[in-house]
């Protein structure tokens, strides 16, 4: 869709004077990144935007470090993308704007950039998203890691629609969206060398179509939305828990964790359950709209492994219980430390 070699010359790499904020910062500004993102708020090259919104406004900031950039399933682009208007789901907004910033570091590759900058391109114009402002800034050799990329999403919250932790019910069923634990594996993949029978891919992606699709079946019988990213299910699972004061019992043999990750978490020492994710999200809802929801996720591409993996309960307030496929029980914890660090 967009042709290389990159549109600027003389230079194959960044250098301090592109952060400068003179004339090489200008032909970065005006031959790669206007050309690529062009619309009626940036062809203003003013310092912000003026927005045209209507009803209740979701608003959330992300930065994105992910080491290495480039990785099975994608870039830091694609995540920097998905992240942001995936946030702005799990607050039942559609994604309307998203910001864009760069902190590049001297030496990074012009080529890389250009990558990065496409596939921003390519997800913004999938998720229905403009990029209506940013910044670009460099930093010395060894100052950086490559590139960071801070995002500020803008989006519109349904009509009637109200997720919170604050409406979380004992009875409610607690549904994953999908298998878990992809993101963070196929990161480590690189990191450490691993090969799979089966390539394993990140699973980053656009949530927003699965949260629109159960919303029109659930409406208000859909109580909290939440992707897991950092700290993977467990940690959310956790954060709901105490934010709600109720107790969450979920059933292991429900957990869907393909056999690659399961593998790789064994040789790593990991647990499924802290690997952090890019496309999976936990919903809680009413029981009676449970059957409705996991239907209407399974249907929408992405969502084809969604399950009911669990239920909110009255009893062990604040903490989460997991049901083993040995019959017995045990405590799932917080995650304490940091389990992959530079994961997205």
Not at 86 to 104: E, Q, W
Not at 154 to 170: M, Q, Y
Not at 300 to 319: D, F, N
């Amino acid at each position: 869709m967009f042709e290389c070699p990159v549109p600027i010359g003389e230079y194959d790499r960044v250098t301090l004077a592109h952060g400068g904020g003179g004339r090489m910062t200008h032909r970065l500004i005006s031959k790669i990144i206007a050309p690529l993102f062009d619309n009626e708020y940036l062809r203003q090259l003013h310092d912000g935007a003026i927005l045209k919104l209507e009803g209740r406004v979701a608003v959330s900031t992300d930065s994105f470090v992910v080491s290495p950039v480039f990785f099975p399933g994608g870039n830091i682009g694609d995540l920097a993308v998905n992240g942001t208007v995936n946030d702005l789901a799990m607050c039942g907004a559609r994604p309307r704007f998203i910001t864009l910033s760069l902190i590049i570091e001297e030496g990074f590759l012009l080529k890389d950039l250009w990558e990065i900058l496409t596939t921003v391109k390519v997800r913004a114009d999938e998720a229905g998203v403009e990029v209506v402002s940013g910044d670009v800034k460099v930093v010395e050799k060894g100052k950086g890691d490559g590139i960071f990329i801070n995002t500020t999403g803008i989006g519109e919250v349904l009509e009637g629609v109200d997720v919170s932790p604050s409406n979380v019910k004992v009875g409610d069923k607690v549904i994953l969206s999908g298998h878990i634990g992809e993101h963070g594996i196929a990161i480590m993949s690189v990191r450490e060398g691993l090969e799979f029978e089966t390539p394993l891919k990140s699973d980053t992606m656009n949530l927003w179509p699965l949260v629109e699709a159960i919303l029109k079946v659930g409406g208000p019988a859909i109580h909290m939305l939440r992707d897991a990213t950092r700290g993977g299910v467990a940690t959310v699972l956790n954060e709901v828990a105490r934010s709600a004061g109720v107790g969450i019992v979920i059933e292991e043999e429900r957990i869907p964790v393909r056999e690659e990750v399961r593998g790789a978490c064994e040789i790593l020492g990991l647990d499924p359950l802290y690997v952090a994710n890019e496309g999976r999200f936990l919903s809680f809802v009413s029981p009676d709209v449970a059957d409705d929801v996991l239907n209407a996720l399974r249907r929408v591409p992405g969502g084809e492994g969604a399950e009911v993996i669990g239920e909110v309960v009255e009893e062990h307030s604040g903490t989460v219980v997991m049901r083993t496929w040995m019959g017995g029980t045990r405590v799932v914890d917080m995650l304490s430390g940091e389990q992959l660090p530079r994961i997205c």
